[in-house]
Nanobody
Framework: QVQLVESGGGLVQSGGSLRLSCAASGSIFSISAMGWFRHAPGKQRELVAVITSGGSTDYVDSVKGRFTISRDNAKNTVYLQMNSLKPEDTAVYYC??????????????WGQGTQVTVSS
């Protein structure tokens, strides 16, 4: 059974930094794109950052220059380094992976979510 387990959320002051991690575990044949979404109260869920298996990245405009997504393919892990955090970054952050388990097919998998709160 495949799982995505996130860690690294918490409470930080405006201007501070946090690093989120998301490890995929289970019987995994291959992972394609991995990414981070966030969902703030009263807002739609949005894609924050995505990274392909080859390392190409893309970001939502509001985090460009502040957030960096990376991955360790040997560990099936994706990271999100968040610097210069702002109160508007407050949300539940979800890890997402396009993943192919052994004996199955490509499918979308989600982590349980981790709360990031930025105080002003």
């Amino acid at each position: 059974q495949v799982q995505l387990v996130e860690s690294g959320g918490g409470l930080v002051q405006s201007g501070g930094s946090l690093r989120l991690s998301c490890a995929a575990s289970g019987s995994i044949f291959s992972i394609s794109a991995m990414g981070w979404f966030r969902h703030a109260p009263g807002k739609q869920r949005e894609l924050v950052a995505v990274i392909t298996s080859g390392g190409s990245t893309d970001y939502v405009d509001s985090v460009k220059g502040r957030f960096t997504i990376s991955r360790d393919n040997a560990k099936n892990t994706v990271y999100l380094q968040m610097n210069s955090l702002k109160p508007e970054d407050t949300a539940v952050y979800y890890c997402n992976a396009d993943l192919f388990p052994y004996g199955s097919s490509w499918n979308d998998y989600w982590g349980q979510g981790t709360q990031v709160t930025v105080s002003s």
